[in-house]
C-alpha cells in the first residue's frame, strides 16, 4: 500500500479554503483508494498553537512544524496563501527554506507562493499565484518566472496554483496523476465539482485583468463593452458614446485602466468567446458571431495567439458537461483514514 503523507502548513492569517479545499480533495481520494494506497493529513504550525485564519476561523494544528517532520519529509508540502504572507514570520521561511526541498511535492496554493519565493524555492521555476499578486511576485522575486494566466503551474516536483478555488483544481491534477482520472472523477462528484479545469485554464476575466476606469462614464463604458461584445466596439464608436473625441477618449482610458482600449475590446470577446466555448452547445460561428469576430478565422487567429490551439480543439479540452454528474453514480468507499484536521469555531 502506498501511502503519500501531506503536511499542511499553518499560520495566522491563513485563507481558511486554501487549506480545507485541498485537504478535502485528498481526504476524499484517501477513502476511495482504501488499501491502494492513502494520503495521511497533518496540519502544522511553528509553535503548534492553534492559528486564526484571515477570516477569523480558528483552527487547531495536529502537531509543530518541527515534530512534522521529525520522522522524515512529507510526500506533500502543501503551504496555503493568506494575508499572513504579506510579512511572513521569519521562522517560518527559515523552516521551508531548510525543509521544503526534502518534500517529494512542494505546493502552494494563491499567495503561498509569496512563502515559497521568500525562501527561495521559486528561483529558476516557473509558478503563478493569485492574479492580484502576480506583479508583486515578478517585481520583488525576478529570479521567479511568473505566468499570469493559468489556475495552475506544474513545474517538475513544484507545482503552484492561483487564488483560493484553483487549489482545488490543482489537488484533483494531483490526484488525478496518483489514482487515475477515474478516482479524480469520483473525488470531484463528491464534492460536487467539476473534475477539473486543466491548469492551462485562463484565472481571471478580462474585466479583472484591467483597472476599473476611476470616472462613472468610462466604468459604465467598461460593463456595456463586457456586455455587448458583438457590437461596434471601434475607437470612435466608443469615444462617440464616451461623449469624447477619439484621441480624448484613447488617452482617458489607457490612462485610467493601464491599457488601451483597442486591448481591453480583444480581452472582452476572448473572453466572451472561451466561456461560451466552454459552457454552451453553441457551433464555432455561432460563438465567433456572439463574440464579435465576425467570422470563425478571426476568432481563430485570436485563439492560436492567446492561447496556442484554435477554437475546436479549446472546446474538445475544455469543454464541460452541463450538469455535475450525480454523487450516487460513484459512491466513495469508506476506508480507514488518518483523522482529518480539527477546525474550531471562532471563539465568541
Same mark, same amino acid.
Given at each position: 500500500m502506498?501511502?503519500?503523507? $501531506?503536511?499542511v502548513? *499553518?499560520?495566522?492569517?491563513v485563507?481558511? *479554503?486554501?487549506v480545507?479545499?485541498?485537504?478535502e480533495?485528498?481526504a476524499g481520494?484517501g477513502r ?8 495521511? +493529513?497533518?496540519?502544522a504550525?511553528?509553535?503548534g498553537g492553534?492559528v486564526?485564519?484571515?477570516?477569523g *476561523?480558528?483552527l487547531l494544528?495536529?502537531t509543530?512544524?518541527a515534530e512534522?517532520v521529525?520522522?522524515?519529509? !512529507?510526500?506533500?508540502?502543501l503551504v496555503p496563501?493568506g494575508?499572513?504572507t504579506r510579512?511572513p ?10 525543509h ?7 505546493? #502552494?496554493?494563491c499567495t503561498?507562493a509569496l512563502?515559497l519565493?521568500?525562501?527561495g524555492l521559486l528561483?529558476?521555476h516557473r509558478a503563478t499565484t493569485?492574479? +492580484? ?5 515578478a =517585481?520583488c522575486?525576478?529570479?521567479v518566472d511568473?505566468?499570469p494566466?493559468p489556475?495552475?503551474?506544474r513545474?517538475?516536483?513544484?507545482s503552484?496554483s492561483?487564488?483560493?478555488t484553483a487549489? +482545488?483544481?490543482l489537488?484533483?491534477a ?11 472523477l469520483t ?8 473534475l =477539473?479545469?486543466? &491548469?492551462n %485554464? ?5 474585466q479583472? /485583468?484591467?483597472?476599473t /476606469? ?6 459604465d463604458?467598461?460593463?456595456? +463593452? /463586457?456586455?455587448?461584445?458583438?457590437a461596434d *466596439?471601434?475607437?470612435?464608436?466608443l ?13 482617458a482610458f489607457?490612462a485610467?485602466?493601464g491599457?488601451t482600449?483597442g =486591448?481591453?475590446?480583444d480581452?472582452? =470577446?476572448?473572453?466572451h468567446?472561451?466561456r ?5 452547445v453553441?457551433?464555432v460561428q455561432e460563438?465567433?458571431r456572439a #463574440? &464579435?469576430?465576425?467570422?470563425p478565422?478571426a476568432?481563430?487567429?485570436?485563439f492560436?495567439k492567446?492561447?496556442g490551439?484554435?477554437?475546436a480543439?479549446y472546446?474538445r ?8 454528474? !450525480?454523487?450516487?453514480?460513484a ?7 488518518t483523522? /482529518?484536521? $480539527?477546525? %474550531?469555531?471562532p471563539v465568541?
Amino acid at each position: 500500500m502506498t501511502q503519500r503523507p $501531506v503536511l499542511v502548513v *499553518l499560520f495566522d492569517d491563513v485563507q481558511s *479554503l486554501d487549506v480545507t479545499g485541498p485537504v478535502e480533495v485528498f481526504a476524499g481520494a484517501g477513502r476511495l483508494a482504501g488499501r491502494r494506497g492513502g494520503y495521511p +493529513i497533518r496540519t502544522a504550525s511553528l509553535d503548534g498553537g492553534p492559528v486564526r485564519s484571515s477570516s477569523g *476561523l480558528r483552527l487547531l494544528p495536529d502537531t509543530t512544524l518541527a515534530e512534522a517532520v521529525a520522522d522524515g519529509p !512529507p510526500h506533500t508540502l502543501l503551504v496555503p496563501g493568506g494575508e499572513g504572507t504579506r510579512a511572513p514570520v521569519p521562522a517560518l521561511v527559515d523552516w521551508l527554506r531548510a525543509h521544503a526541498p526534502a518534500a517529494q511535492r512542494l505546493v #502552494s496554493v494563491c499567495t503561498g507562493a509569496l512563502l515559497l519565493a521568500e525562501a527561495g524555492l521559486l528561483d529558476g521555476h516557473r509558478a503563478t499565484t493569485h492574479w +492580484i499578486a502576480c506583479d508583486h511576485l515578478a =517585481r520583488c522575486y525576478p529570479e521567479v518566472d511568473v505566468d499570469p494566466d493559468p489556475i495552475f503551474v506544474r513545474d517538475g516536483r513544484l507545482s503552484t496554483s492561483a487564488g483560493v478555488t484553483a487549489g +482545488i483544481d490543482l489537488a484533483l491534477a494531483l490526484v488525478e496523476e496518483d489514482l487515475g482520472r477515474d478516482a479524480a472523477l469520483t473525488v470531484a462528484r463528491h464534492l460536487v465539482v467539476f473534475l =477539473r479545469r486543466p &491548469g492551462n %485554464q485562463a484565472q481571471f476575466s478580462a474585466q479583472l /485583468a484591467a483597472q476599473t /476606469a476611476r470616472r462613472a462614464p468610462l466604468r459604465d463604458l467598461q460593463h456595456w +463593452i /463586457a456586455e455587448h461584445p458583438d457590437a461596434d *466596439l471601434s475607437v470612435e464608436a466608443l469615444a462617440a458614446r464616451a461623449r469624447l473625441s477619439p484621441r480624448h477618449f484613447a488617452r482617458a482610458f489607457h490612462a485610467e485602466t493601464g491599457t488601451t482600449p483597442g =486591448r481591453f475590446v480583444d480581452r472582452v =470577446r476572448l473572453e466572451h468567446a472561451r466561456r461560451l466555448l466552454e459552457e454552451s452547445v453553441q457551433g464555432v460561428q455561432e460563438v465567433a458571431r456572439a #463574440s &464579435g469576430y465576425g467570422t470563425p478565422e478571426a476568432m481563430r487567429r485570436a485563439f492560436v495567439k492567446a492561447f496556442g490551439t484554435a477554437p475546436a480543439d479549446y472546446r474538445r479540452r475544455f469543454h464541460a458537461p452541463l450538469t455535475p454528474a !450525480p454523487v450516487s453514480q460513484a459512491p466513495l468507499t469508506p476506508a480507514p483514514l488518518t483523522p /482529518a484536521p $480539527v477546525i %474550531q469555531a471562532p471563539v465568541v
